[in-house]
């Protein structure tokens, strides 16, 4: 026999809270781990995204978003999903879209990658080996196909970002 859907609907609303606070949290931190811009200390640099470059960086994660949006309403009515869940669970996702929009903050240190609010080691980074023309790929290593970290920005910043994380990630490789 299959649970009543009120406690899985409450389950999965609570779930997708948590992700939401958690990533808006990651988001809050990357004014204060990355207060300036340009060239940083020790060889850093430090660039910003616009909305535009999110949206192009983000295109997956919003189509996908979108799916996660519609399809609840399909199944609401004859699983007798309360409607009140789903609405929650589609503000909720419309707030996790507005945080993917959200301009980011990036920084290249020698030691670190910041990025949406987090720091990667770089011995927890490669470079994707075919690169997209508008952003830098990496990849976390470990993760799999959940492992793509995408870097968005102006194509001038990306430039010099790619130059650092290239001398970081590959430095004996000559240009």
Same mark, same amino acid.
Do not use: C
């Given at each position: 026999?299959?649970?009543? #859907?009120?406690?899985?609907?409450? *389950?999965?609303?609570?779930?997708?809270a948590?992700?939401v606070?958690?990533?808006?949290?990651?988001?809050?931190?990357?004014?204060?781990?990355?207060?300036?811009? +340009?060239?940083?200390?020790?060889?850093?640099?430090a660039?910003?995204?616009?909305?535009?470059?999110e949206?192009?960086?983000?295109?997956?994660?919003?189509g996908?978003? *979108?799916?996660?949006?519609a399809?609840?309403?399909a199944?609401a009515?004859?699983?007798?999903?309360?409607i009140?869940?789903?609405?929650?669970?589609?503000?909720?996702? +419309?707030?996790?879209?507005?945080?993917?929009?959200?301009?980011?903050?990036? *920084?290249?240190?020698?030691?670190?990658?910041? #990025?949406?609010?987090q720091?990667?080691?770089?011995?927890?980074?490669?470079l994707?080996?075919?690169?997209?023309?508008?952003?830098?790929?990496?990849?976390?290593? +470990?993760?799999? %196909?959940?492992? %793509?970290? %995408?870097l968005? +920005?102006?194509?001038?910043d990306?430039?010099?970002? *790619?130059?650092?994380?290239?001398?970081?990630?590959?430095?004996?490789?000559?240009?």
């Amino acid at each position: 026999m299959l649970p009543s #859907a009120e406690p899985v609907a409450i *389950a999965m609303v609570l779930i997708l809270a948590a992700i939401v606070a958690w990533d808006a949290w990651w988001l809050t931190r990357q004014h204060r781990d990355i207060p300036q811009f +340009g060239r940083l200390p020790n060889n850093g640099f430090a660039w910003k995204s616009e909305r535009s470059h999110e949206l192009f960086r983000q295109w997956a994660n919003l189509g996908s978003m *979108a799916a996660m949006m519609a399809l609840p309403w399909a199944f609401a009515s004859f699983s007798n999903t309360p409607i009140t869940y789903v609405v929650l669970w589609d503000v909720l996702l +419309g707030l996790h879209i507005i945080s993917l929009l959200v301009p980011k903050r990036y *920084a290249v240190t020698t030691t670190h990658l910041f #990025a949406d609010g987090q720091r990667y080691p770089w011995e927890r980074l490669t470079l994707a080996k075919r690169q997209p023309k508008h952003r830098i790929m990496l990849l976390r290593r +470990g993760w799999g %196909p959940f492992g %793509p970290l %995408p870097l968005g +920005g102006d194509r001038d910043d990306l430039d010099i970002a *790619a130059e650092k994380i290239i001398e970081i990630l590959n430095p004996n490789q000559e240009e």
